[in-house]
């Protein structure tokens, strides 16, 4: 899928034609880190693409050995602007504290009894952050995970803002989840999630009582977040026993139905919060957050879920608990989970062969506290990963993170950041569906987002660069080379890591030289250069292959 060189920011996607093949650095720093920064060929390069999964695989918890990213988080601040009540006016720059001083439960709780317009601070300082990570970390890997399960275990985070800000006031804590299981073990990472105060309010499993259940959470937990919707099978069966596999001893069916849906939603009455409700008319819970567990709420009566019998009045959360090493153990969940992080890391037509090894792997590993890294780095290290070059666009966080990080922007995050990235469709952490944020290249090759691609990266290097990154091109560029060709070779290598295609080469060329000759140094003022430089800059990576990856 490629794009051309726009003539004009006005120019629109032509139909896409794969690139050359690039070296497989290059498609590793691609696919599983945003993008290379000044040395990272040359690294990966030097200590081999095996040396270099492995040790993104297994990413340091200490902030010392991550030492620029942690000073990045240290030393950004972020506006927060409003009017109190009382008429006073906040316009702070403040630091990400619930991030570097990793606030709890407690303290993020307590953000819901101030102004409403600090509700949304912490949802805020997470995507800040999130930025600084995607651009300065060194644990690359681990950061394309997070957005990958951020993504499969999708929560708008705003959906209570204007009532009970549960979710907005605690989204660092669900970010946390998604970091401490990215690379861990699936069924524990299910459990997870089911007991986070943003996934209990965002599928209303928090309010869901016998008589009858909520099956909010129930469909998703099948349908999103376990087998996929390629295993519901109700247009074929609805009754059970009729679903192939049933019957079997021990069952196994091949997929799930509503049934299954109704008796799972059945078994996750009582999951619930902390938030002050009446259990019975002289017993109330506290109003903290916690997650909390009704046995009042539950249905205890005997249930069926993938053909497995759940007998009657089992110990507390049994059902529940039941349900997740059903689903993590089933087949369809492995061959669903695999598909998607093949989709991610390879080709949105991942080859079914290496879906079909992923997801053995998977089935192998599923009690191993590393699972998902297993996986993980078979498809890393597989032949499909270095052979399937261009069958991926870079979605807007990607693209952005990876023009930063080639052009070695200083970099620091604001509200312009984001609302930039949200006009080319990637509205972080807001995707209001539980679906997450598509997959797909074709969903982001719109005319209209495109045009704001090339439109955002143009405006960097102009009055309207939201002042959220400064660059220093020029003073980037070696002392021997000077000559227009020069400058443009030593920029394509640098964001490309490769040569661009003759069109677009020439292109580029072209616009450098500016009609003198293509072997001696650009002419014009020196402001003239600076600005041409940027924005030679700025059309590399409009070009059909940086957006490529």
């Known amino acids: 899928m490629t794009l051309r060189l726009p003539r004009v920011v006005s120019d ?35 200590m081999g693409l095996t040396a270099y999964v492995d040790e993104q695989l297994n990413p340091s918890a200490n902030p010392a050995d991550d030492s620029t990213c942690t000073e990045r988080l240290n030393a950004a601040r972020l506006r927060i602007t409003y009017t109190r009540s009382d008429g006073t006016r906040v316009d702070e720059m403040r630091p990400l504290r619930t991030i570097t001083e990793n606030w709890n439960l407690e303290q993020l709780y307590a953000i819901r009894q101030q102004n409403g317009n600090e509700h949304a601070r912490p949802i805020e300082e997470v995507r800040a952050a999130t930025w600084i990570r995607a651009i300065y970390s060194k644990w690359q890997l681990r950061e394309v995970l997070v957005e990958f399960w951020h993504n499969h275990f999708n929560v708008d985070s705003q959906r209570d803002l204007g009532s009970g800000a549960r979710i907005s006031t605690t989204w660092p804590l669900y970010d946390a989840i998604m970091r401490r299981h990215a690379l861990g073990n699936f069924r524990a990472f299910l459990e997870d999630v089911a007991q986070s105060i943003a996934m209990l309010i965002y599928l209303d499993n928090a309010t ?29 069966y609805d009754r059970w026993r009729d679903v192939p596999g ?45 997650f909390a567990y009704v046995e009042r709420w539950h249905d205890n009566a005997q249930k069926r879920v993938l053909a497995t019998e759940f007998d009657s009045n089992r110990p507390a959360m049994e059902d529940g608990r039941r349900v997740f090493d059903l689903i993590a153990a089933h087949p369809g969940t492995a061959r669903f989970i695999c598909e998607k992080l093949c989709r991610r890391l390879v080709s949105d037509t991942p080859p079914q062969a290496l ?25 890393l290290l597989s032949p499909e990963f270095a052979a399937t070059w261009g069958a991926k666009v870079k979605r807007p966080f990607d693209m952005m993170a990876a023009f930063l990080r080639a052009t070695s922007a200083d970099v620091t995050p604001n509200s312009n950041l984001f609302s930039a990235v949200a006009a080319m469709g990637y509205t972080h952490f807001t995707w209001a569906p539980p679906t997450g944020l598509p997959e797909a290249g074709s969903y982001w090759l719109s005319t209209a987002f495109m045009l704001r691609r090339w439109n955002t990266l143009l405006g960097l290097f102009g009055n309207n660069s939201g002042g959220y990154a400064t660059f220093a091109l ?7 080379v000077t000559s227009s060709r020069q400058i443009v070779e030593f920029w394509v290598n640098r964001l490309l890591g490769r040569p661009a295609e003759a069109t677009t080469l020439n292109r580029l060329l072209d616009f450098m030289r500016q009609n003198q000759p293509a072997d001696a140094p650009p002419t014009g003022t020196a402001a003239d250069i600076t600005s041409r430089i940027n924005n030679l800059v700025a059309l590399i990576g409009m070009s059909p292959e940086f957006q490529q990856k």
Not at 215 to 227: K, P, S, V
Not at 266 to 283: D, H, K, P, Y
Not at 361 to 368: E, H, I, S, T, V
Not at 474 to 480: D, K, N, R, V
């Open 208 to 236: 869901s009582r016998d008589g009858p259940a909520n099956e909010n959470y129930a469909r998703e937990l099948f349908e999103l977040h376990g087998m996929g919707a390629s295993n519901y099978l109700n247009d074929l």
């Open 474 to 480: 020029q003073g980037q560029i070696p002392a021997g």
């Open 355 to 379: 879906v079909e090894r992923a997801a053995a792997a998977w089935l192998a590993a599923k009690d191993a506290p590393d699972q998902i890294k297993q996986v993980v780095r078979l498809i």
């Open 246 to 290: 049933a019957t079997a001893t021990p069952p196994a069916p091949v997929g799930y139905i509503d049934q299954d849906v109704y008796e799972a939603a059945r078994a996750f009455t009582g999951w619930t919060l902390e938030m002050g409700q009446t259990i019975v008319s002289n017993q109330r819970l506290p109003d903290t957050g916690k």
């Open 12 to 46: 629109i996607p032509e139909a896409p034609a794969l690139q050359a093949t690039p070296p497989v650095e290059i498609i590793a720093l691609n696919r599983m880190a945003y993008g290379p920064r000044p040395g990272d060929v040359e690294r990966v390069q030097a």
